[in-house]
Nanobody, 127 residues
């Protein structure tokens, strides 16, 4: 059973940056697609970014509201997927979770497509 552990959450000012990490011993070797989701209070879970881990580094997908600000990347040597978040906005405040699936990524990052989940980490952006 893949175990995913997030870290790197915290607080930032608007315009600031945070980097989230998602680690797991089988993360990039078994899970073909790894994604980041977020859930703000009173809202549903939404896909933020996803990366196809196959082939040593694959295609990345982003929701429109984070394009140009967030970047997803992977390090196969330490079985970690990162989410670099720049130009943060208060509306980015949410619990961020990483998730994995055995199949390839899709352009639409839907939580129902993912089988394995981390516990989540809080990101708070103040204005």
């Amino acid at each position: 059973r893949p175990a995913l552990v997030e870290s790197g959450g915290g607080s930032a000012q608007a315009g600031g940056s945070l980097r989230l990490s998602c680690a797991g011993s089988t993360l990039t070797s078994i899970l073909r697609c790894v994604a980041w989701f977020r859930q703000a209070p009173g809202k549903g879970r939404e896909g933020v970014a996803a990366v196809d881990t196959g082939g040593g580094g694959g295609t990345a997908y982003y929701r429109d509201s984070v394009k140009g600000r967030f970047a997803i990347s992977q390090n196969n040597a330490n079985h970690t997927v990162y989410l670099q978040m720049d130009s943060l906005k208060p509306e980015d405040t949410a619990i961020y979770s990483c998730a994995g699936r055995y199949g390839i990524c899709h352009a639409v990052i839907s939580p129902t497509d993912f089988d394995w989940w981390g516990q989540g980490t809080q990101v708070t952006v103040s204005s």
